[in-house]
Structures are given as structure tokens and as C-alpha cells.
């Protein structure tokens, strides 16, 4: 698998691209706990932040290059000793995360359609969010905090 990652001229900040394949789930996830641990996060927050990483790297694999091939950069910064800044970059189809509605979870499960669950579970997990198309790129941006 091709992956680069290169250090960031902004204050400690770091960059990993990958193709945009659900095979790099584990290079994208550790790469996000390393800095997560060395921010100082709890284990019990570091679970919370591999299942945001990994719901987000999938969507943006399936839902935004329909599992074509493309590529993604996730950035990783801390912005004080509480947070955590993540950064997803993609050149697929725009899909502003923010702007989803949530699944109505009174309906029966036989009436629902399936999935639909990841982006509320994002919300939930996650302290800031904003999202951003910039000419052919999506950019999301997760802040989430140690102390939470």
C-alpha cells in the first residue's frame, strides 16, 4: 500500500496520505492514536477516536469515490494540551457530514433504511466538527478533547 507521511510546518502538526481504499483503515487509525497518546488521551477516549476515524476514512472510501480509486490526507495537530485537531482531505463527491440528518430511530427496523447511524455517531463523539469544499475538495475538520 503506498502511503506518505510528512511532518507539517504549522505548529506540531503532522500529515499522512493514503489511497482512499477501506484497506488503509489501520495506518489511518494508528496513526491517530500515536498522536492521540502522546497528547495524553485516556484509553477509554482513544476507543471513541479510532471509531470516528474509522467511520469517516469508510464514508469517504464508499460514499464519497464509490470505492474508485483516490486519495486521502488526514492532518493531526494538537491545538492545546486538551484537544486534538483531525483533518480529512478528499477529492470525492462534496458531502457536508454537518448537514445529514439523523436517522428517525422511532421507525421500525424493517421500515428503516439500512445504515445511516456512523454520522450521528460522529457527532456524538466528537467536541467541534466544521466541514468545507475547497475547488475539488472536501474538508472535514474533528476536534476532540482528552478530558472528555
Known amino acids: 500500500m503506498n502511503a506518505t507521511r510528512k511532518a507539517m510546518p ?10 482512499a481504499k477501506v484497506d488503509a483503515l489501520p495506518q489511518c487509525t494508528e496513526f491517530v492514536i500515536a498522536h492521540a497518546v ?15 476515524v474509522e467511520e469517516v476514512v469508510t464514508n469517504i ?9 483516490g486519495q486521502l490526507e488526514l492532518r493531526c495537530r494538537r491545538v ?7 483533518e480529512f482531505i478528499d477529492c ?7 448537514a445529514t440528518r439523523p436517522p428517525d430511530l422511532t421507525v421500525g427496523l424493517d421500515e428503516r ?17 466544521s466541514y468545507r469544499r475547497e475547488g475539488n475538495r472536501n474538508i472535514l475538520q474533528l ?6
Do not use: K, W
Open 61 to 69: 472510501c464508499r460514499h464519497g469515490y464509490n470505492d474508485q480509486p
Open 113 to 129: 433504511e439500512v445504515g445511516g447511524l456512523g454520522v450521528p455517531l460522529i457527532r456524538a463523539m466528537v467536541d467541534e466538527a
Open 80 to 86: 492545546d494540551t486538551q484537544r486534538l485537531l483531525l
Open 10 to 19: 504549522a505548529a506540531e502538526s503532522e500529515s499522512l496520505t493514503v489511497p
Open 38 to 52: 502522546e497528547a495524553g488521551f485516556m484509553p477509554s477516549r482513544l476507543c471513541d477516536i479510532e471509531l470516528v
Open 92 to 98: 470525492g463527491r462534496p458531502f457536508d457530514i454537518l
Open 143 to 148: 476536534v476532540v478533547r482528552a478530558d472528555r
